[in-house]
């Protein structure tokens, strides 16, 4: 995808929009699944990065299965065509009704709390398989919000714990199929994550019914020029070199599963923005831009930073500025940047937008939501239409008390 498809983009369909980049996500598909040294491995797509349907299909066609972290994701999972048997549901504090419709629908169930646990021995007996989430207490990750291994996460149960869960599977006949981590996002090198499956190896050696583990996903992607990124032929090579040892000491094969997220569509995808208004201030210049915290949230919400580009007008003097939103918060996009110099009009490009982008936008200040368009090749279509006041508008009840006579 180039600049010349991003530009015709902004022409067609107008800003803002994220624009996908369907080889990208190929190729990162690929590249994860040929990382583990010819190890088959199961990759489910953690969709709550980016859930468009036609994002979904694609990753259909490559061979992925999907994480869904909400039964509402479930139903979208099935409805772009996915089998049951495809899907890992990996919820965190549902209600246990929840877990029943999922159980129902036939998706994996991945469950994190021991009251969970012993509700859902008390339900299913031996009669329903499930994975239980180990939190293993490893510190991984670029940032605390996004670390979710951790001491204090809320996630999984705590791998001191695992005497306890055997007790409870023991007692209600539950078969444990499958054990499960996740860290958190940004993990950057092999030795964490390796530390995080021997500690899962050891807890593996305690359930004989095991077919699959789950080592989650965090695998980071270079956000800035010189960013350290998941090292993730390194990552692939050893944990495929231990896994190998696992299995023939636990005395079977067992199958390796991830759920990446971040990794297969974050550089893919491009958010377009137009600049609205050039402000000279006292200490800096502004570019303010149709967009804001409300359809990119990431450098808000975590600190993230995201290179931006000026695609209008790439041959002009280099100027600093600091990228700023139109919503009525400090939403800074990008802080003190060096772009080839902004004209009122001039359409930026911010990289890295394909994953926790749309997915996390929002109507903050009755803003509508972006549209979505995919680039396949010379081939550029929308796939998700520009919001309207209608659809802003579209669930509110007006009380017949207080419509104001006229
Ligand atoms: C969010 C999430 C992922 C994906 O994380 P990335 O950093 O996007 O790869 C995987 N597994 C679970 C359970 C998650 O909640």
Same mark, same amino acid.
């Given at each position: ?33 040929? =990382? ?7 990759? &489910? ?20 299965? /999907?994480? =869904? ?57 031996? *009669? ?11 510190? =991984?990750?670029? %940032?605390?919000?996004? *670390?979710?291994?951790?001491?204090? *996460? ?9 005497? &306890?869960?055997?007790?409870? $599977? ?14 958190? #996002?940004?993990?950057? !090198? ?9 500690? /899962? ?28 990124? =998941? ?9 495929? @070199? ?23 569509? #974050?550089?893919?995808? @491009?958010?377009?923005?137009?600049? %609205?208004?050039?402000? @000279? $201030? ?10 804001? @915290? ?38 800074? /996009? ?11 009009? !001039?359409?930026?490009?911010?990289? %890295? ?52 006579? !006229?």
């Amino acid at each position: 995808m180039t600049n010349k498809h991003l530009l015709e983009v902004s022409e067609k369909f107008g800003t803002p929009t994220y624009v996908y980049d369907a080889n990208k996500i190929r190729l990162q598909y690929k590249r994860l699944e040929n =990382a583990f040294d010819k190890l088959p491995v199961k990759l &489910h797509y953690a969709m709550k990065a980016l859930s468009n349907i036609n994002i979904l299909r694609l990753l259909k066609k490559e061979g992925a299965g /999907l994480d =869904a972290v909400s039964i509402e994701e479930v139903y979208l999972g099935l409805r772009a065509g996915f089998e049951p048997s495809a899907i890992m549901y990996t919820p965190n504090c549902v209600d246990f009704s929840e877990i029943q419709e999922a159980v129902e629908i036939g998706v994996h169930i991945n469950i994190d709390n021991l009251t969970i646990l012993e509700e859902f021995g008390h339900v299913y007996g031996n *009669s329903v398989p499930c994975c239980v989430r180990i939190n293993p207490h490893i510190m =991984a990750g670029g %940032n605390s919000n996004i *670390s979710v291994g951790h001491i204090d *996460s809320k996630f999984g149960i705590s791998i001191h714990q695992v005497r &306890h869960i055997k007790r409870i $599977t023991e007692n209600y006949g539950i078969r444990v199929n499958g054990l499960h981590m996740h860290t958190g #996002s940004d993990i950057v !090198d092999a030795e964490v994550f390796l530390r995080g499956a021997d500690l /899962l190896y050891e807890a593996a050696n305690s359930f004989p019914d095991l077919e699959f583990l789950d080592f989650g996903s965090g695998f980071k992607v270079a956000y800035k020029e010189g960013d350290y990124v =998941a090292e993730i032929e390194k990552i692939g090579f050893d944990i495929a @070199q231990s896994f190998r040892k696992f299995c023939s000491e636990y005395g079977r094969e067992l199958e390796l599963w991830f759920e990446p997220g971040k990794y297969i569509v #974050s550089e893919s995808g @491009q958010f377009l923005v137009k600049s %609205n208004v050039i402000k @000279q $201030t006292t200490s800096t210049v502004f570019v303010g831009v149709n967009s804001g @915290q409300n359809h990119l949230i990431r450098p808000m919400f975590y600190n993230a930073y995201h290179y931006i580009e000026n695609i209008s007008n790439p041959d002009g003097t280099p100027r600093l500025y600091s990228v700023v939103g139109y919503i009525c918060e400090s939403d800074t /996009l990008g802080y003190d940047r060096i772009l080839s110099e902004v004209n009122v009009g !001039d359409i930026l490009a911010i990289k %890295n937008a394909g994953a926790y982008g749309f997915s996390m936008a929002n109507n903050y200040n009755s803003r509508l939501r972006p549209a979505e368009v995919l680039v396949d090749g010379e081939s550029i279509q929308l796939i998700r239409k520009r919001e309207t006041l209608e659809d802003l508008i579209a669930n509110e009840v007006e009380i017949e008390s207080l419509i104001l006579a !006229d």
